[in-house]
């Protein structure tokens, strides 16, 4: 709850509202976290490692090993919910990159929350700030906050791949999510989201007893599949908030500091191509040029040929071209 309405961006205004009376925009923010909210994602950031070293530690023993099943269920669950967050969450919910029938709206925002990144009104609300303020003051995450010394860039990197959950006011989604509140799909999710959560945390784990019949399986399927994937998850969604806002290319012109990352493209599914992300944020495909791997991308096509997605917004080379950087020095 705060009086804060800034209100930047004109292209956020609907085209002719030119002369109509200033419309009040809702507040930025609305409510706080409690400390119980504080707390579990406490444990959320710090329980990975406590996995990972025990994880490593019970693979000396071979029942307990990190076998082929284990490494099967590890890299499926990865890929589910890491897609669950690039095309689900970011490219359909955020961005509205192409239209999906309702089975597979649900099964991206199930994936999606899937990945414990939050319930989706608050990712996509979070989101859709970050793109409007990007870099700038009421950018939830920019690893620039803190100015551009080595010391505050240092500070902010920290404070854009993990500091910014801990902030108490939530970005409010009435302003910026209202299409996702009015749909009861979406809201089923964001209600039950301690549901999912039990849920990513159980399948693995039941998946990894059945299929090794032991219970030696199970625990080890709960740390591998389970806690330590989610973490995994986490961290690169994270790195596309940090290290793809200071470090990489920007071959196209945005007015923020987003950049590509070519080393992070495989395991981001594409979401590293940030730079083109952000100069032509709607685009179903990130990685444009030649040679750029994006997998949600990929999905996203084959759910078009499935009839399952329409309205896809592909890149147009005459839209891309205007962006980038080297036309317009050539053109100036
Ligand atoms: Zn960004
Ligand atoms: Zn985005």
């Known amino acids: 709850m705060t009086a804060t309405t800034p ?3 004109a292209a ?7 002369n109509k009376p200033k419309r009040e925009l809702p507040p930025l923010t609305y ?3 409690g400390n119980i909210e504080i707390f579990f994602l406490w444990v959320f950031v710090l329980a990975p490692w406590v996995a990972l070293t025990a994880g490593l530690y019970l693979t000396r023993n071979t029942a307990w090993a990190m076998n082929w099943t284990q490494a099967a269920l590890f890299l499926a ?4 919910t890491g897609l669950g967050i690039t095309v689900g969450f970011h490219r359909y919910l955020t961005h509205g990159a192409f239209k999906a029938k309702r089975p597979l709206k649900i099964m991206l925002t199930l994936a999606g929350t899937m990945a414990v990144e939050g319930a989706p009104i608050r990712w996509v609300a979070d989101h859709r700030r970050h793109h409007q303020f990007s870099d700038e003051e009421f950018d939830p995450h920019s690893p620039w906050r803190f100015g551009h010394s080595v010391k505050g860039l240092a500070k902010g990197l920290v404070w854009a791949h993990t500091g910014w959950l801990f902030t108490r006011e939530n970005t409010n989604s009435r302003r910026f999510a209202p299409d996702l509140i009015a749909d009861p799909d979406i809201r089923w999710f964001q209600k039950n989201f301690v549901y999912v959560l039990l ?3 159980l399948l693995p784990t039941a998946l990894g007893g059945l299929l090794t019949w032991s219970w030696q399986g199970a625990v080890a399927a709960y740390i591998w599949a389970g806690l330590v994937r989610i973490a995994l998850v986490h961290h690169v969604t ?3 908030n940090s290290v793809c806002h200071v470090f990489g290319e920007r ?6 500091k987003a950049s590509n990352v070519w080393w992070l493209a495989i395991l981001s599914f594409g979401e590293s191509w940030h730079n083109l992300h952000h100069a032509d944020p709607t685009s179903a495909r990130h990685g444009v040029d030649k040679g750029q791997i994006d997998s949600s991308a990929r999905l996203i096509w084959l759910f078009e040929k499935a009839g399952w997605a329409t309205n896809v917004r592909w890149p147009k080379a ?8 080297e036309k317009q020095s050539v053109a100036a």
Do not use: N
């Open 7 to 9: 209100q930047r961006s």
């Open 12 to 18: 956020a205004a609907p085209a002719g509202a030119k």
């Open 31 to 33: 409510g706080r976290k």
């Open 77 to 80: 669950f990865y890929v589910f």
């Open 199 to 201: 849920f990513t945390l």
């Open 238 to 240: 994270w790195s596309v």
């Open 251 to 256: 071959p196209f012109t945005t007015s923020d």
């Open 318 to 325: 005459s839209r891309l071209d205007a962006k980038r950087v």
